[in-house]
């Protein structure tokens, strides 16, 4: 069974600091050699760390408490305790963290471009009993305990971070596409929910990489839950523009659309404002034929356009279109979708 953790909820906590030594040198020729103690070691902090080979939160499903370590105590003969290890925890670009009980974004991973972050930092080292000498008191027997470590429970969130995300039912051809466009060899077979996880491939047109997602198989109902639900809706919202499968040897075909911008359209108003795409698939299949002309006569809003993975019609030219879509995205205005200068 593939399992695939969008988002969990850890338990984080910083090392502690070590204690102050309370000691004295009692050497031969020094038998008042006063306080010697040494100060505790400062606890480790707890640190996310992107690592770009990570693409899903899979590593921290089994694994829900990450605690640095404490420092060590001082010692006798002024000798400072040493520090705690750190607690790093790595986590996929895009990852988003929250705090558990308000909600509260944390840390933003996809808009930072932060490859590494210190959370929390540990405690701080008690003093030994060397501190506390003075005129009035050569013999001090005090010394400070460290200071605790704070710990936070927090939530732990991924949006896959890409450019042009596929929106469609299951079976519509999104991951056939994507295997067309890129070498990211999705699972494909001719049942629904062959994707159980967002696959991600990259798009090459002429020097200019192009980041795909193919997102699992959306259902009516999916913005309330039905389904794979809202676990996936949440790895598009940051796509430049969305590309609207549909299957057109499928009798619902002119409903497909409809039904599509919904689901998005519930779950959150700035999905459906993303420059948007509609694509006829499968124009190879006889019962397709007359089809696409149909679904841009119900659309006449829309930029509809037919492909054929299988035959690879109409394939450069949509290459060319997400091309414009990123450019668009990155610098408003027409713009010609080969050389990016002004149309």
């Known amino acids: 069974m593939i399992y695939f953790a969008d988002e969990t909820t850890i338990t984080v906590s910083a090392g502690n600091g070590g204690n102050g030594c309370v000691a004295f040198r009692r050497e031969k020729y020094i038998p008042m050699g006063g306080p010697s103690g040494g100060d505790g070691g400062r606890g480790g902090d707890v640190i996310f760390e992107v690592r770009r080979n990570l693409r899903t939160l899979v590593h921290l499903r089994y694994a829900h408490n990450f605690k640095a370590r404490s420092g060590q105590d001082g010692m006798g003969r002024n000798m400072h305790g040493s520090d705690g290890e750190d607690a790093i925890v790595p986590v996929p670009p895009g990852t988003v963290i929250k705090d558990a009980k308000t909600g509260e974004i944390l840390k933003d991973f996809g808009k930072s471009g932060e490859g590494r972050w210190v959370f929390l930092r540990g405690g701080n080292g008690g003093w030994g009993n060397v501190h506390f000498k003075s005129s009035t008191n050569q013999a001090p027997r005090t010394a400070l305990p460290g200071k605790p470590g704070q710990s936070v429970e927090i939530k732990v969130e991924l949006q896959l971070m890409a450019d042009i995300g596929f929106v469609g039912f299951p079976n519509a051809g999104k991951s056939s596409l994507l295997d067309k466009f890129t070498n990211a060899r999705p699972k494909i077979a001719p049942y629904p929910f062959t994707t159980k996880i967002p696959n991600l491939g990259v798009l090459t047109v002429g020097d200019r990489d192009i980041i795909l997602a193919d997102i699992p198989g959306i259902i009516e109902g999916a913005h309330e839950g039905a389904g794979l639900g809202i676990r996936f809706l949440?790895?598009?919202?940051?796509?430049?523009?969305?590309?609207?499968?549909?299957?057109?040897?499928?009798?619902?075909?002119?409903?497909?659309?409809?039904?599509?911008?919904?689901?998005?359209?519930?779950?959150?108003?700035?999905?459906?404002?993303?420059?948007?795409?509609?694509?006829?698939?499968?124009?190879?299949?006889?019962?397709?034929?007359?089809?696409?002309?149909?679904?841009?006569?119900?659309?006449?809003?829309?930029r509809v356009v037919g492909i054929s993975v299988f035959s690879g019609e109409g394939i450069e030219a949509l290459s060319l279109q997400f091309l414009k879509f990123v450019m668009d995205a990155e610098q408003p205005g027409d713009r010609d979708p080969w050389t990016g200068a002004p149309a």
């Open 234 to 302: 949440k790895h598009i919202s940051r796509t430049a523009a969305l590309a609207f499968l549909v299957d057109l040897s499928d009798d619902n075909f002119l409903d497909a659309y409809r039904i599509l911008l919904g689901e998005l359209e519930g779950y959150s108003a700035d999905l459906i404002a993303k420059p948007r795409i509609v694509i006829g698939t499968k124009l190879d299949l006889p019962e397709t034929t007359g089809r696409l002309e149909q679904l841009a006569e119900a659309l006449p809003d829309e």
